[in-house]
């Protein structure tokens, strides 16, 4: 079975710095995607970040230049670097990842349990 599980989050202040990891582990074939979402309270879950297997990328307008995210396909690792963060960037940071099992099936889509990040002083 396959399990996502986050980490890097916390407390920050404005203008600081983390980095979440994401990695995934069970059986797989292969993975095409790998993105991150944030959900803050009271608000829908959105995209922030999303990188496909060839290596291209996708942001949010709101985190363009400030998020980088990358991957290590060795180690089914996705990471999210954000530099300058800002009040509201607080919320709960989900990965996703589009894996196949197995070379017969479409890949699907799981998610981690979330990592919170706050930014506040």
């Known amino acids: 079975q396959v399990q996502l599980v986050e980490s890097g989050g916390g407390l920050v202040q404005p203008g600081g710095s983390l980095r979440l990891s994401c990695a995934a582990s069970?059986?797989?074939?292969?993975?095409?995607?790998m993105g991150w979402y944030r959900q803050a309270p009271e608000k829908e879950r959105e995209l922030v970040a999303r990188?496909?297997?060839?290596?291209?990328?996708e942001y949010a307008d709101s985190v363009k230049g400030r998020f980088t995210i990358s991957r290590d396909n060795a180690k089914n690792t996705v990471y999210l670097q954000m530099n300058s963060l800002k009040p509201e960037d607080t919320a709960v940071y989900y990965c996703?990842?589009?894996?196949?099992?197995?070379?017969?099936?479409?890949?699907?889509?799981?998610w981690g349990k979330g990592t919170l990040v706050t930014v506040s002083s």
């Open positions: 996703k990842m589009e894996i196949k099992v197995n070379r017969f099936y479409a890949a699907k889509d799981y």
């Open positions: 990188i496909i297997s060839g290596g291209s990328t």
């Open positions: 069970g059986t797989m074939f292969s993975i095409d995607a």
